[in-house]
């Protein structure tokens, strides 16, 4: 799951700091900067209530989550959509899901530079 591969990678190549002390924003509110714990713990919990593992939904915030990830992930139709996400992406535009399909840009540089 996101709570363990990403950190391994992370630790595989000796930037395990990076993701403990690096802050993003995203682009539909740039005032708002959350640590990168954060948003991986958010995203975690968010699949766990979508597949109805761990603790049920507990407070009007986790409701909340639970339909943001019914938006994201349900799939009504039942018919397979051909493709599989493996990852997140930060970069300056906020998170990029379209990597997962193959059709985003990876990003480049120094990665301790993140905010």
Do not use: C, K
């Not at 395990?16 to 708002?32: D, Q």
């Not at 990830?69 to 599989?84: I, K, T």
């Amino acid at each position: 799951m996101v709570s363990q591969y990403i950190p391994f990678g992370f630790g595989r190549l000796g930037m395990s700091s990076v993701l403990e002390n690096a802050n993003i924003s995203f682009a539909r509110s740039p005032e708002t900067v959350l640590p990168v714990t954060e948003v991986f713990g958010r995203a975690t919990r968010a699949l766990e209530l979508f597949f109805g593992e761990g603790e049920p939904v507990s407070s009007a915030e986790e409701a909340a989550l639970f339909m943001e990830a019914m938006e994201v992930f349900d799939n009504p139709s039942g018919l397979a959509d051909g493709g599989a996400a493996y990852g997140i992406s930060f970069h300056h535009l906020g998170a990029g899901w379209s990597t997962a399909l193959g059709i985003g840009t990876r990003i480049t540089g120094d990665p301790s530079t993140l905010t």
